[in-house]
């Protein structure tokens, strides 16, 4: 069986297909291994800490990201794996731990930068005005 899914963080997008495997995990087609920095690899890996380093060794899981930077992708991939084990697994209590640790494993962070208007350096901030 193979499953797609996908997660979303700000403006990085992730797509995953979980097969049936030896425990490859490989991000735009290079080794899970050789992502940097390392801080963005341990999140990606989250969900098989969660779910016990077992379960990695029965799937292999294919992930394309684009969009966005480093920590949004490393977001984006964490929430696509997980939901691709809970959808591959189809285990209720597997979707429950994840749930209990970090509800965004599951869910997609929907929040998006606001876009700057006129009349200020950014969104919100306006210029500083000047008596004299």
């Keep these: 069986m193979v499953t797609n899914t996908s997660g979303k963080k700000k403006t990085a ?4 297909t979980v097969r049936e495997g ?3 995990v490989r991000i735009d087609s290079q080794p899970v291994e ?3 920095p390392e801080m963005s690899r341990l999140k990606m890996l989250e969900p098989f ?3 016990g380093e ?3 060794s029965q799937v292999d899981i294919d992930v394309s990201v684009s969009g966005g930077g480093f920590a949004g992708q490393a977001d984006a991939t ?8 809970v959808q591959y697994l189809n285990d209720a209590e597997l979707r429950d731990a994840y ?5 965004s494993l599951l869910v997609n962070d929907v929040r998006q930068s606001e876009p700057k208007k006129w009349g200020g350096p950014g969104a919100r901030a306006r210029y ?4 004299r």
């Excluded at 997008?13 to 995953?16: E, H, M």
């Excluded at 749930?99 to 509800?103: A, I, L, Q």
């Design 13 to 16: 997008i992730a797509r995953a």
């Design 22 to 24: 030896k425990g490859r």
């Design 34 to 36: 050789l992502v940097e």
């Design 49 to 51: 800490r969660i779910a």
């Design 54 to 56: 077992d379960l990695r």
């Design 78 to 85: 964490r929430t696509a794996i997980a939901r691709g084990l």
């Design 99 to 103: 749930m209990d640790f970090d509800r």
């Design 128 to 131: 500083q005005k000047s008596y």
